[in-house]
C-alpha cells in the first residue's frame, strides 16, 4: 500500500492512502491543499516523517502502523503540544 504525505494551508498534514493520479487530484479532493509527497511505502513514509517531523507524538511510526489498521482513508497526523520538551 502506498501513502501520500499532504500538507495544508491550515498547517495540518494529512496522510491519506487514497489513490490518487497526480497532484492536481489531490488538490481537487482536499481543502486548503498546499502541497503532497508520495505515494511512498510506508517504510519510506515513516522514515521521511521521522527525519522532517520529529515533533510528532505518538512518533511517525505508532501513526503510520495504526493508520494502516484503521479504515480511514485519510488521517490528521498529531503533534506534541506546543511548549512541551520531551
Excluded at 33 to 45: D, H, I, N, R, V
Excluded at 54 to 71: H, I, N, R, Y
Aim: aromatic letters at 10%; proline letters at 6%; hydrophobic letters at 35%.
Amino acid at each position: 500500500m502506498n501513502l501520500h504525505v499532504i500538507y495544508t494551508r491550515d498547517n495540518r498534514i494529512l496522510l491519506s492512502r487514497k489513490q490518487y493520479v497526480s497532484w492536481q487530484e489531490i488538490q481537487e479532493d482536499i481543502e486548503d491543499y498546499m502541497a503532497s509527497l508520495g505515494p511512498w511505502l510506508p517504510e519510506q513514509t515513516i522514515e521521511y516523517l521521522q527525519e522532517e517531523h520529529p515533533g510528532l507524538s505518538p512518533d511517525a511510526a505508532e501513526q503510520v502502523c495504526a493508520f494502516l489498521s484503521m479504515s480511514e482513508t485519510t488521517i490528521t497526523l498529531r503533534f506534541k503540544p506546543s511548549g512541551t520538551d520531551d
